[in-house]
């Protein structure tokens, strides 16, 4: 069935308003007007961003990540709740909070929460001052916060046992991140995706950033109302550009990889070259066709499955 036109209408305001070039630094102003505006986010961009956040989950579930059945999770600036649904779904969680400066989003992800998981015990908070989750969830919220806003999350990641920020594969705002993470690594290890714990790569020269890309499911392709919408709304299905870091406490179980590989292969018709993160730096390595043919095939058809082409 084609989309609505409410539902479009409501979308891509909302696209105009996180696109918009001439806001500069300038914090975003509230702009959840009511529950069909985070319903609508929730069908579209919500369900592109619970696909990054199922790929950096699927990671941090690797490198060790520990389950959080009896913990609290707060979803910090949850808008629909994207976030909190997909953790809860991988790592479970007793109680889910939802924080957003927006009443209408908290609540309705809350409900969300409550909707999908009947033994989880969600709620809407309205105010993080005192809080002191085991789970931070922070989600495609950082490119939003004026000054007070990264003041209070900050001193919320300072309260936190473990915290998990995905946010998108932009340069601007994964340098932003990963600057962040180097601030932070006194307290905290990484659990992920970084080889090791020293200052970020990425950050040693200016067009270097850190990001990776999701892989849709099917139904991006299959499904003929998502097909139609997003081709209604200029939104190219393929591309899921993402950004994350995984912070706890305590080291985690797994092993740590010695490199992770950056963004997209850039595909030749014999030898492809890879950007990897390494202790030492970031490395442009290539991969023959001719020697690693079954590497190099994967890296044409399935790029965003290697994390590693070494080791
Ligand atoms: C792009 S939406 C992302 C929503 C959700 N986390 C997701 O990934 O789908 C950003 C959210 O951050 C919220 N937000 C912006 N500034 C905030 C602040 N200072 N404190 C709490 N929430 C904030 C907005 O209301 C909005 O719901």
Redesign the pocket.
């Known amino acids: 069935m084609p989309p609505s036109r409410d539902l479009l209408a409501r979308i891509t305001r909302?696209r105009e308003l996180?696109l918009d070039e001439d806001r500069g630094a300038r914090?975003?102003a509230?702009?959840?007007r009511n529950e069909a505006d985070?319903a609508a986010?929730?069908a579209v961009?919500?369900a592109r961003?619970?696909w990054k956040?199922n790929a950096a989950l699927a990671e941090c579930r690797d490198r060790g990540w520990p389950r959080a059945d009896d913990q609290v999770v707060l979803?910090?600036?949850?808008?629909?709740?994207?976030?909190a649904r997909r953790f809860v779904h991988w790592f479970g969680a007793r109680e889910v909070l939802c924080?957003?400066?927006?009443r209408v989003?908290a609540t309705f992800?809350a409900q969300a929460v409550r909707a999908q998981f009947a033994g989880t015990k969600a709620r809407a908070l309205p105010r993080?001052d005192d809080v002191r989750p085991d789970v931070l969830?922070?989600?495609?919220?950082l490119?939003?916060?004026?000054a007070?806003?990264?003041v209070?999350?900050e001193g919320l990641i300072e309260r936190s046992r473990r915290v998990l920020l995905?946010e998108p594969g932009s340069r601007t705002i994964s340098r932003r991140l990963s600057t962040l993470r180097d601030r932070l690594l006194g307290g905290f290890h990484v659990a992920a995706p970084c080889p090791d714990a020293t200052t970020c790569p990425a950050l040693a020269t200016p067009n270097d950033w850190c990001h990776f890309f999701a892989a849709p499911p099917n139904e991006a392709f299959t499904d003929s109302d998502w097909v139609l919408t997003t081709r209604a709304l200029g939104i190219d299905s393929r591309s899921l550009p993402y950004s994350f870091l995984a912070l706890s406490r305590a080291p985690v179980a797994a092993a740590v990889p010695t490199q992770r590989v950056l963004g997209r292969p850039d595909q030749g018709q014999h030898v492809t070259k890879v950007l990897v993160c390494e202790p030492a730096g970031l490395r442009t390595a290539t991969v023959h066709k001719r020697s690693h043919p079954e590497l190099w095939r994967t890296l044409k058809k399935h790029p965003e499955t290697v994390r590693a082409i070494e080791g």
């Not at 924080?99 to 927006?102: E, I, K």
């Open positions: 909302l996180f914090a975003l509230d702009y959840w985070v986010y929730d961009l919500g961003i619970g956040w979803d910090f600036g949850c808008g629909s709740g994207i976030a924080h957003d400066r927006s989003a992800a993080v969830l922070v989600s495609h919220v490119g939003e916060l004026d007070a806003g990264e209070e999350l995905v």
